[in-house]
């Protein structure tokens, strides 16, 4: 039954998200790597980028914009921790 499900999902998942090589998931990546939601969107959008879209642009710039959010989290963090 486990694996009947597990297919069907495989099957949901979009080719620009599944290496060409290994096969590896971009999900299965960030999971592996621990990545919070901001880099591990960022890396999916990355991973996509030349496979998605006519140009590797759009994914790119979504990238950039989940590295910013990050960068903004950080800083706060600090931030916050200075100020204890």
Do not use: W
Request: charged letters at 35%; hydrophobic letters at 30%.
């Amino acid at each position: 039954m486990l694996y009947i499900e597990i297919e069907e999902m495989q099957k949901k998942i979009p080719n620009y998200y599944i290496g060409k090589i290994h096969g590896y998931e971009a999900r299965k990546i960030i999971e592996d790597y621990e990545l919070n939601y901001n880099i591990g969107t960022a890396v999916s959008y990355l991973l996509r980028a030349n496979r998605k879209h006519e140009t590797s642009k759009e994914c790119i710039e979504k990238a950039r914009e989940h590295l910013r959010f990050e960068l903004e989290r950080l800083q706060l963090h600090d931030k916050n921790k200075t100020t204890k």
